[in-house]
């Protein structure tokens, strides 16, 4: 385990959905947060590594939902940088309530990149000393690029999508593999995990589309979707699982 970090946080009304609970992307944006914080403390910010022509983007999520934080809840958030390989970061998130009960888990994989020549670069020595971290990994799926698809949406990306890495913000992929869910499964499930493989990044002004194939599994539904730019490049791959509410 490396530097852990921790922040609390105020589940406001602009981060719940109709039912009141924290919208899957509030939970992703805390977990945004709380590692940007984090790299700020440690003198690693968003500033320092554009001046060193660096950038962290975002390569795969996995985040289960063991309760989903209601509206006016505090919250407490914690991360730890578990370790540092190659072009790579490993991640860990949770999400505890008042009492201290664990109610989000969260495991993210991240890759460096040279702002420069638009590649993948090794993680500085120095880097793994200021985060305390070893080469310590873990796994996360590969998910399914090849299922037939049942329905497809497209959406425009707007300039409101765009972060400081100049392309679309991690969140607003769940935000699009989520809008492809069939309604039913909205109103009569509660989504329980999303896996996420970024794959390539797309930038403002394009469209994608978005395909999605629904698979009914012992006790839950799982929906597989991918996200694909004008030429049917796969941007992204999502899966997110449902179980059904008690």
Request: aromatic share 12%; net charge neutral.
């Amino acid at each position: 385990m490396g530097a852990v970090y921790e922040k609390e946080y105020d589940v406001n009304y602009y981060n719940v959905d109709a039912r009141g609970d924290a919208k899957l992307t509030s939970i992703a944006d805390f977990f945004c947060d709380i590692g940007f914080h984090q790299s700020e403390a440690l003198g690693l910010g968003l500033n320092k590594l554009i001046s060193d022509n660096m950038a962290w983007i975002f390569y795969k999520y996995d985040i289960e939902v063991l309760r989903y934080p209601k509206l006016g809840e505090k919250l407490t958030v914690c991360t730890d940088a578990l370790g540092m390989r190659k072009f790579y970061a490993y991640r860990n998130y949770l999400i505890k309530d008042a009492e201290g009960n664990i109610i989000v888990k969260g495991r993210g994989l991240f890759l460096l990149l040279d702002l420069k020549k638009r590649r993948a670069m090794r993680v500085p020595e120095t880097m793994k000393t200021i985060y305390k971290c070893e080469e310590d990994s873990f796994e996360l799926d590969n998910l399914d690029k090849k299922f037939e698809s049942e329905m497809s949406k497209q959406f425009a990306v707007r300039y409101s999508d765009i972060d400081t890495n100049g392309h679309v913000n991690n969140t607003k992929y769940m935000e699009w593999a989520l809008e492809i869910v069939p309604r039913d499964i909205i109103l009569k499930y509660k989504m329980s995990r999303i896996k996420v493989n970024f794959i390539k990044e797309v930038q403002y002004g394009h469209t994608v589309c978005v395909e999605a194939k629904v698979v009914n599994e012992d006790e839950k539904i799982v929906v597989k979707t991918r996200i694909l730019n004008e030429e049917n490049t796969i941007l992204a791959l999502c899966e997110t699982e449902w179980k059904k509410e008690k």
